[in-house]
């Protein structure tokens, strides 16, 4: 893997998966160019949950949050690549899918925020505190994408 790849957490929420929409959004991140170095579908306990959304304790939200991704099975998957946060985000769209852009997997999937499909991390300190909250170490599979030179080559 290259060094100034960034990684990025992507979880494909219980409406994703109950919806069978796995497939179509992995095939998005991949032909953006970003590559999968881990991957894992999981049922998330109540701790997991409550610390993945603990910024959002105390709001009125809060209590759906933590019920809703523990109701069902949860894909996590571990995306790198040059501007992987910036990019898997834009390819997301906005929270609101009736907010979101044309061609982005929330515009073109959802209709409410409480059923979005999907999670992406928002920031470099964000990605890696998911990441690892997620993932351990060896579950992250670094290997060497042979089409790098024709996705992110310079000239």
């Known amino acids: 893997m290259e060094e100034?790849?960034?990684?990025?957490?992507?979880?494909?929420?219980?409406?994703?998966?109950?919806?069978?929409?796995?497939?179509?959004?992995?095939?998005?991140?991949?032909?953006?160019?970003?590559?999968?170095?881990?991957?894992?579908?999981?049922?998330?306990?109540?701790?997991?949950?409550?610390?993945?959304?603990?910024?959002?304790?105390?709001?009125?939200?809060?209590?759906?949050?933590?019920?809703?991704?523990?109701?069902?099975?949860?894909?996590?998957?571990?995306?790198?690549?040059?501007?992987?946060?910036?990019?898997?985000r834009q390819t997301v769209g906005k929270t609101n899918p009736l907010e979101a852009a044309p061609g982005t997997i929330r515009h073109d999937y959802a209709l409410l925020t409480s059923r979005n499909l999907i999670h992406a991390s928002d920031s470099h300190e964000t990605a890696e505190r998911e990441i690892a909250l997620w993932f351990k170490p060896e579950e992250i599979c670094e290997w060497s994408d042979q089409h790098h030179k024709w996705i992110f080559g310079k000239n």
């Not at 959004?25 to 610390?51: C, H, P, W, Y």
């Not at 790198?80 to 910036?86: K, R, S, T």
């Open 4 to 88: 100034n790849f960034e990684k990025t957490l992507v979880l494909i929420k219980p409406d994703g998966v109950q919806r069978k929409l796995i497939g179509e959004i992995i095939d998005r991140f991949q032909n953006r160019g970003l590559q999968l170095v881990a991957a894992k579908m999981l049922l998330v306990s109540r701790e997991l949950a409550e610390t993945h959304y603990k910024e959002h304790k105390g709001k009125s939200f809060y209590n759906g949050l933590v019920e809703y991704i523990t109701s069902a099975p949860t894909m996590a998957m571990v995306w790198a690549g040059e501007h992987a946060i910036e990019a898997v």
